[in-house]
């Protein structure tokens, strides 16, 4: 199962709210995504018109394409229904929140994206998060040690 995650996205944001949407993708853009070449690394949503998209995200040329071929870093439009879409529009323009794409997958033959709804972290809140995720790599270092003296 092919899973693209963001892991810069729960780094720098604190994601309160994640939301699955559908993308809308060209035929040549899905071949790329199963082949793993898409990135949604430096990517972000916008709400313009009551109507969400998906900007600055990295899918690349298929290479048995031919004149068909897609624009690596096009806008793309996202599937909400419209009660989703005035919540995060009223969560983004009044609390400051910001939609941030947190992994792209497929579920059966659709891909699907999950958007999450994050606020930015501090400085101080990412070497926190830098802190833990080294103490817990010590612990499950430690662990292994443990078991592979004991012979498992």
Same mark, same amino acid.
């Given at each position: 199962?092919?899973?693209?995650? #963001? !892991?810069?996205?729960?780094?720098?944001?604190?994601?309160?709210e994640e939301i699955?949407?559908? &993308?809308?993708?060209k035929?040549?853009?899905?071949?790329?995504?199963?082949n793993?070449?898409? #990135? &949604?690394?430096?990517?972000?949503?916008?709400?313009?018109n009551?109507?969400?998209?998906?900007? #600055?995200?990295?899918?690349?040329?298929?290479?048995?394409?031919?004149?068909?071929n897609?624009?690596e870093?096009?806008?793309?439009k996202?599937?909400?229904? *419209?009660?989703?879409?005035? !919540?995060?529009?009223?969560?983004?323009? &009044?609390?400051?929140?910001?939609?941030?794409?947190i992994?792209?997958?497929f579920k059966?033959?659709?891909? *699907?994206?999950?958007?999450?709804?994050?606020?930015? *972290? *501090?400085?101080?809140?990412?070497?926190?998060?830098?802190?833990?995720r080294d103490?817990?790599?010590? &612990? #499950? !270092?430690?662990?292994?040690?443990?078991n592979?003296? !004991?012979?498992?």
């Amino acid at each position: 199962m092919i899973e693209i995650k #963001n !892991k810069k996205a729960t780094f720098d944001y604190f994601i309160e709210e994640e939301i699955e949407c559908g &993308i809308v993708l060209k035929g040549t853009e899905i071949k790329s995504i199963r082949n793993g070449l898409a #990135n &949604i690394k430096d990517c972000y949503a916008i709400i313009k018109n009551n109507e969400v998209f998906l900007l #600055n995200m990295f899918i690349a040329k298929y290479e048995d394409a031919s004149i068909f071929n897609h624009d690596e870093r096009r806008t793309r439009k996202l599937l909400l229904n *419209k009660k989703e879409i005035l !919540k995060l529009r009223d969560k983004v323009e &009044i609390s400051g929140y910001t939609l941030v794409p947190i992994k792209l997958y497929f579920k059966g033959n659709k891909v *699907k994206l999950l958007l999450g709804l994050g606020k930015g *972290k *501090k400085n101080y809140d990412k070497r926190e998060s830098m802190k833990e995720r080294d103490i817990k790599r010590e &612990i #499950n !270092k430690s662990l292994i040690e443990k078991n592979i003296k !004991k012979g498992f």
